[in-house]
DNA sequence: TATGAATGAGCCTTCATTCAT
DNA sequence: AATGAATGAAGGCTCATTCAT
């Protein structure tokens, strides 16, 4: 009778827990397949039954760094929140959850960045991810006469760039947790409600003071 | 040994332009020394009278990246504009600059964002830079009664995080050029004069609808 | 344990299919012993239980390649063709069974030829099998007066160079199937009974044109 | 002032002789660039200097084993000799060369075989060479009357095959040296002047004793 | 000053084989 | 009888760096 078969999905998260080590100590650029076998306790050749290449175990690592931000929006957008509660949670959350991972581990943060950098289609993934049910709370919002006169898309849109910088990971470490804080989040939050749509937007339009550069 | 120093200097800035023209073949990654050294027409041994290590040039690299902007900067903060306008263009012209190289070679800017984000010092120190002429702009502004109530650093941070995806070159890449534009920059900027200060801020602290997380 | 001799005999078999397929598809110098076994649907280790080797393997496969032309041989030599169709069939059909397999594969024939080099004791004992076959017929041949005046070896010798390029599998490749037909070696077979034996050889050996080199 | 730069040329040359003597001692397949790079004296790395790759490497090692039958080819066909001669002496030079290599170091030959084999590129080139040069020796056969009603192409294919097993390598391994003489190869030159042409292919196409298998 | 040669350590990956089960 | 896990050795190759010249 054979040996009962490991659980390559187990072997392949424990796998990540221990990359996630190594990236701690020794930053992303510098994680070999021969370092991370020998810190996971394995052959080099043995990383291959969990993992076809580095190029499929970093897109792993990536992928689980999303994971808990994923979780997250499912969870708020499907909550019974009122929509302006949800839309700041939704954004809120996720924000507090990464400046948590930034002050404990700054630097980790930064490597995990450098990986999502190369592994560009994950985070596309995640954003589109975002927009999909950042879409579901805008039509929520849009029923109870919220942004008049915009499309979802574009609502969407201008949503994701006001609050841009709570929800780029990069973003925190330009302009640093000291000034990224949740109380300026809810200000935002509030104007987008209060602010965005028919009236708001025609006032603006009317008497812009400045010449636009080519 | 005539000026030894100088050499070095013009050196360098010539290996550097070829440096772009490598990682605009090869992206970032993979520019080698002795590629480098091909490229430029020298030794590989020769590369190391002008930088000291692979580190250090790849430093220099980020620090030409942000050259040009910095020098907008200056030319905008001592412009006689009126500081709207001075405003504007402060944020406008580097987004500019910046949305064209990206329309140009995006993968080029990808490379050299890869490259900035090994070598963070250089970017925090462009940012502080930044800091430093927009407190200048804001002085200004604040002479002329604008941002009431507010301090040149609260000010400072509070436009940053406005106008904060259109700053961060990574923004460019994950919302794209065809979302933002220097008339939604516009608005934004108008937006900030007008609505930043004493009566505006207290209105939105009194009312806030959201309960805070922790 | 019934009868392990014959079911590890049908193992063999089965494998050497299952190799087939597998050279037929990536080449003679990638099988692995993982692959082959993933193909057969058995683990890698169990491999060793029908083969001592990959080398042992590789034998069999060489063995296996010459296995049908053997019959082919086995079967016109006992054949109550005429002799001079005899020695014909002898070669044809072998001959047609390389082509048809050439044209239809010619890099699984390759593949072959590369197995058969590196395992020359197989093809060596094909060789010797087809001098002795061949001398059976040459005997044949001999008791109705053919190839007077020459011993049995020195005409098998002669014949087996005269036809070389019809039984050698690489000459197929070398010279292509476009000018090696059978019609040409139907000539050379009746050359061979017509003009092989005292007279002939006689006459050419008188007045050779030509000084030997070292 | 730099050292002087290394004859890449030489290095080449140089390596290709250690190869050489690797080949002999331990086969064709098993010759690594690790195993190279010691017995040339160097390191692994520094081998890529000279070679791009092993593919390179060994496809000069191929086109070096070629090297002196094509010389022969040249200096025969451009010989003076009676065309008769020039002919035997075209097969048979290069013939004794290899059986000399052959009887001095069989296993070194077989090794190089399988090179060819596994670069045939390589051995096309040089079959094709010998076709130009042996079309030459037929044209001026022709123009002494030789070969009439034979196209150059027709009698060069013809002349080939008739030879085949003197000019191929492996047919020496095929058929021994003990079976293959320079005796035979005259008397088949000989009978290639004597035979091959208008009257004697007449003769012979009408009467075939030997019905054709499909 | 500047060179080309040369290296050594390391990279990712493959694979025949063994072994506990 | 048969398995899947696991390995160790090796594969080709790259590259930052040093060093004699």
Request: aromatic residues 8%.
């Amino acid at each position: 009778m054979a040996r009962p078969q490991t659980d390559i999905e187990a072997g392949r998260a424990e796998l990540l827990t221990v990359v996630d080590d190594l990236v701690r100590k020794r930053g992303a650029v510098d994680i070999s397949m021969t370092d991370l076998a020998a810190a996971a306790g394995m052959s080099p050749s043995n990383l291959y039954r969990f993992f076809e290449n580095k190029e499929a175990l970093l897109e792993a690592v990536a992928e689980r760094f999303f994971e808990d931000k994923s979780k997250i929006m499912v969870e708020v957008t499907e909550s019974d929140l009122p929509v302006r509660n949800k839309m700041y949670e939704f954004f809120a959350r996720r924000f507090l959850v990464m400046v948590q991972k930034y002050e404990a581990e700054p630097d980790l943060l930064k490597s995990y960045l450098e990986i999502g950098q190369q592994h560009f289609e994950v985070v596309r993934g995640y954003v589109d991810l975002g927009d999909h049910y950042l879409s579901l709370i805008v039509a929520e919002a849009m029923e109870q006469g919220y942004f008049q006169g915009l499309s979802i898309d574009e609502t969407v849109s201008l949503i994701n760039q006001m609050i841009h910088c709570y929800t780029n990971p990069e973003s925190i470490i330009y302009i640093g947790t000291g000034k990224l804080r949740v109380e300026k989040l809810a200000h935002i939050v509030d104007a987008m409600f209060n602010g965005l749509g028919v009236q708001a937007s025609a006032e603006l339009t009317k008497e812009s003071h400045i010449k636009i550069v080519s």
